[in-house]
């Protein structure tokens, strides 16, 4: 534990301008990030008398080693910057929400010729409208199969839309006019942008005009006798009021907002956001957090607008924000949403009307949420405790495994073997922190060689960076040939482990920059899926780089036997053990992120052609040149000056071309197992 005293930087050296400030422990590692309107009485607040602090700020000040800070022109700069700082360091003392992208939006996709209308996830496309987040996906389904009676556009995916091109035969919903098949040419792509258009126009709440406009069609038609469209329009009517009643109007003025608001207590806090546009609600979503820093409603509430509005920019921040309580500059919040909008943007507490009784709501759902966070957090934090008791009592170890990493080797018939590394904390799986590797030592099958080499290889990594950080110290050399701890530019190779001592080309920046390095943190336990010789290769592995504090063990798949390195018999722990469960989920995760790897390879080395050894010879000309051969097999028969013929293609290129494929070994021959037949081949170098 520091004294911050040790590191307090003295009155004069600190400015008393805006600014944005960084807490680092003793590895370099940020551990906060904060910014301030005068950075001298923000940093003089950390450096007062420890029991005057609150618990956490003190526990931050005491991890901290070091403290450093830039200074800006505005608050609107210090709050970007500090928004930035956290997304880059991810410091471990700052209020984090949890990444909220797996909420389904509706999407349509206008950055395309033929816009398409569909569910999506994940970051935000540029050149596609969103609307939501929806809580499930159903509803967005629901929603579109309503909306497709009026708007029929494209829903399917480019797939299905290039063969319907080809066959000239629309899918089933073109025949039932749920789509105006655009790809057999019933609308043109103008006719068909405008139904997009129209489609987002009305999911942005302009509903009136469409309403209006469809009712008046069909008292035009009835007046003419044409009974079977006015029925149709009608039915059209019909579809579009269900799928507006599906979001009520919440609020009369058809305002565009954002409710926010917070539930909290000592240790957590749950944000819940309304999406209101055109006065109905549009979406929700929401999350909960661990309060790891000193923070109080108006620095949450502070946290949730840069989580929510950080990477959005146009419409995607609203007109007006209500919130609970604002925060501690008001002023430049506002400010950074303007600019992120491009308008100004209204920040406030709501005080009376339907907007006070819908934030009232918005506040009943983030107590409902936090309250449903605790019941299911108590569960399932003590069926993970109880698991990881019992598997410390199982395999002796002196204190319950917080952290574990499991290890697994895939390959197929020898090729293409590769090994996987998931992290489990807290019982949890933590997928950031998940690893996977070539065997590079040697070829061929051998699962106990691979398992070798490959904690050799993630843990002299760890060694590695306790050496740079200066957690390593020299201690003497134990009895026995035991080899001290090297690093990768200077350990020899070992031709008999087949580790790789070189710097891996994805190895992270060796100057301290202040973001987690891989492999830094040890692992209580190390889980391998095997039996008593992959144990047996693990453990060797870390004896022969003087680790003796990780503990190993392997899950036999056969009886689902626990095996330890010193023992002849494995440990059998009952079938109905949670310790037991837990073991299987780790080591069926690092199965399938193994097998995943595995396949991913093997594809890619399948998709590979002769082409690729052809220096300078880009995607863009090798698929002109096998569209302009018709397949790698006939761009070999041709001559020199036939491949120049190709547009891009120059005489020195050609003679590299046809220098590659002569030299390049024949492909194996594809057979149909089913019949035995020899498959030609006939486009792109792959069989078929």
Not at 132 to 154: C, K, N, Q, S
Not at 193 to 198: K, N, P, T, Y
Not at 211 to 240: G, P, S
Request: with cysteine; proline share 6%; hydrophobic share 35%.
């Amino acid at each position: 534990m520091a004294d911050p005293s040790s590191y307090r930087p003295k009155p004069g050296q600190i400015p008393d301008s805006p600014g944005v400030y960084k807490f680092r422990d003793e590895h370099r590692r940020v551990i906060y990030v904060g910014k301030a309107k005068n950075l001298r009485q923000r940093l003089a607040n950390y450096f007062q008398d420890l029991a005057a602090l609150h618990p956490r700020t003190r526990t931050m000040v005491t991890t901290a080693a070091s403290v450093e800070w830039t200074v800006v022109s505005t608050e609107v700069e210090a709050l970007q910057l500090e928004y930035s700082w956290i997304k880059e360091f991810d410091p471990r003392f700052n209020v984090k929400y949890r990444d909220d992208k797996s909420y389904p939006y509706l999407a349509v996709t206008l950055n395309e010729e033929f816009p398409r209308v569909q569910v999506m996830r994940g970051a935000k496309k540029k050149g596609v409208r969103y609307f939501g987040p929806y809580g499930h996906a159903w509803a967005i389904r629901e929603t579109v199969d309503l909306m497709l009676r009026v708007f029929p556009v494209r829903t399917c995916s480019a797939g299905v839309f290039k063969n319907a091109a080809r066959t000239g035969r629309p899918c089933l919903l073109g025949y039932i006019g749920k789509c105006s098949a655009p790809c057999v040419g019933r609308v043109t792509p103008e006719e068909h942008r405008e139904l997009a258009v129209d489609f987002c126009d009305f999911m942005a709440g302009r509903t009136g005009t469409y309403i209006r406009r469809l009712e008046k069609d069909m008292m035009a038609a009835a007046e003419e006798m044409e009974y079977e469209r006015a029925a149709r329009l009608r039915d059209d009517v019909e579809a579009l009021k269900r799928a507006m009643e599906k979001s009520a109007v919440v609020l009369a003025d058809a305002t565009d907002a954002d409710l926010i608001a917070v539930a909290e207590d000592e240790l957590e806090a749950a944000v819940q956001i309304f999406h209101v546009r055109g006065g109905r609600v549009r979406g929700q979503r929401g999350w909960v957090t661990d309060k790891v820093e000193n923070v109080d409603t108006s620095g949450l509430v502070e946290h949730a607008l840069q989580q929510l509005y950080g990477e959005e920019t146009g419409d995607s921040v609203p007109k007006e924000v209500l919130v609970p309580a604002l925060p501690e500059h008001p002023d430049a919040v506002s400010q950074w949403l303007a600019d992120r909008r491009g308008s100004q943007v209204s920040l406030r507490i709501p005080q009376r009307g339907d907007k006070k009784d819908l934030m009232a709501t918005v506040q009943r759902n983030a107590q409902q949420a936090l309250g449903l966070h605790k019941t299911k957090r108590a569960s399932d934090l003590t069926t993970r405790s109880r698991a990881l008791e019992e598997i410390a009592e199982a395999l002796g170890l002196d204190t319950a495994p917080l952290r574990i990493e499991c290890f697994d080797i895939s390959h197929l018939q020898g090729d293409d073997v590769v090994a996987s590394m998931v992290v489990f904390e807290d019982g949890l799986a933590r997928k950031s922190e998940y690893r996977r590797f070539q065997i590079k030592g040697f070829e061929g099958q051998d699962d106990v060689r691979s398992m070798h080499e490959v904690i050799g290889r993630r843990f002299k990594r760890y060694l590695q960076e306790k050496e740079r950080t200066g957690e390593w110290e020299e201690t003497p050399a134990p009895s026995g040939p035991v080899p001290a701890p090297q690093t990768a530019s200077t350990a020899p190779a070992d031709p008999a482990a087949g580790l790789d001592t070189t710097p891996d080309p994805d190895a992270e920046p060796r100057e301290d920059d202040g973001r987690p390095k891989r492999f830094a943190y040890p692992p209580q336990l190390v889980v391998v899926d095997g039996g008593r010789p992959q144990v047996a290769a693990a453990k060797r592995a870390l004896d022969e780089l003087g680790i003796d504090d990780i503990a190993v063990c392997g899950l036999a798949k056969r009886l689902e036997e626990v095996w330890l390195p010193e023992d002849g018999d494995p440990v059998v722990l009952p079938r109905s053990s949670e310790g037991l469960y837990l073991l299987q989920r780790v080591r069926d995760e690092a199965h399938r992120f193994a097998i995943t790897y595995q396949r991913a390879k093997r594809a890619k080395r399948i998709r590979s052609s002769p082409l690729d050894a052809v220096a300078g010879l880009g995607e863009t000309r090798k698929q002109a040149l096998i569209k302009h051969f018709g397949s790698v097999k006939k761009l070999k028969q041709a001559t020199i000056d036939e491949i120049c013929e190709v547009p891009g293609i120059g005489r020195r290129t050609a003679e590299s071309v046809a220098v590659a494929l002569a030299s390049a070994a024949p492909a194996t021959p594809a057979v149909n197992t089913a019949t035995g037949e020899i498959i030609e081949e006939d486009d792109g170098g792959s069989t078929t």
